[in-house]
């Protein structure tokens, strides 16, 4: 699609630095798909969180580190 768009000059050089892209369009297309891919992700975080109820937990976590019986099978 082609369309018109004013983008700051500094936003722009940023955006082809970070993209090391070789064109204006590709570090634009490159930096909408990255947001879009990051969207993306955080929604499916947003689903996933708390639906695992099985992984073990911060305090599950501690308790297995003080724990003296692990320390030998994890040298």
């Known amino acids: 699609m082609k369309t018109t768009v004013d983008i700051p000059e500094k936003l722009l050089r ?3 630095k970070h ?3 070789k064109t204006k369009r590709h570090a634009i297309v490159t930096a909408i798909e990255e947001f879009n891919r990051r969207r993306r ?4 975080a947003e ?4 639906s ?3 992984f073990m937990t911060q ?3 501690r308790r297995m ?8 099978a994890a040298q």
């Open 14 to 16: 940023e955006a082809i």
């Open 19 to 21: 993209t090391g892209a």
């Open 41 to 44: 992700l955080e929604k499916l």
């Open 47 to 50: 689903r996933l969180h708390g």
């Open 52 to 54: 695992c109820p099985d």
């Open 59 to 61: 305090e599950d976590l």
């Open 65 to 72: 580190r003080e724990d003296h019986k692990w320390e030998s």
